[in-house]
């Protein structure tokens, strides 16, 4: 005799609003290799950006990091006009990957 009840649930999370992408590849090595580094000038990139490039040209004898000034802020103001532009002024500073800092 089974007396396993069955009983629906609502996940509390709800639907996903954005279809999940899956990212590009990672470069298996930095060096040669150019960084944008993409903030959205909310919290403490100033403070971060810096320590994150001194660690990187630590670790790798020849990366080269394109600051964030470069692109933009990618949130409030001009956030729709920098974020269309990217692909573009991705390829126009011949960029290899991003880091990209969101605060709070």
Same mark, same amino acid.
């Given at each position: #005799?089974?007396?396993?009840?069955?009983?629906?649930?609502?996940?509390? $999370?709800?639907?996903?609003?954005?279809?999940?992408?899956?990212? @590009?590849?990672?470069?298996?090595?930095?060096?040669?290799?150019? *960084?944008? /580094?993409?903030?959205?000038?909310? /919290?403490?990139?100033?403070?971060? /950006? %810096? #320590?994150?490039?001194?660690?990187?040209?630590? @670790?790798?004898?020849?990366?080269? *990091?394109?600051?964030?000034?470069? /692109?933009?802020?990618?949130?409030?103001?001009?956030?729709?006009?920098?974020? @269309?532009? !990217? %692909?573009?002024?991705?390829?126009? !500073?011949? *960029?290899? @990957?991003?880091?990209? $800092?969101?605060?709070?």
């Amino acid at each position: #005799m089974n007396t396993a009840e069955e009983f629906e649930a609502l996940w509390p $999370g709800g639907v996903n609003a954005v279809p999940a992408v899956t990212p @590009a590849p990672r470069p298996a090595d930095l060096n040669g290799k150019r *960084i944008g /580094f993409l903030w959205d000038y909310a /919290f403490r990139g100033d403070e971060i /950006f %810096p #320590m994150l490039e001194d660690s990187l040209t630590r @670790a790798y004898d020849d990366v080269e *990091i394109v600051g964030y000034d470069a /692109f933009g802020s990618t949130f409030g103001g001009n956030e729709h006009e920098t974020l @269309a532009a !990217l %692909p573009q002024r991705l390829k126009e !500073l011949r *960029i290899d @990957a991003v880091v990209s $800092g969101v605060g709070c």
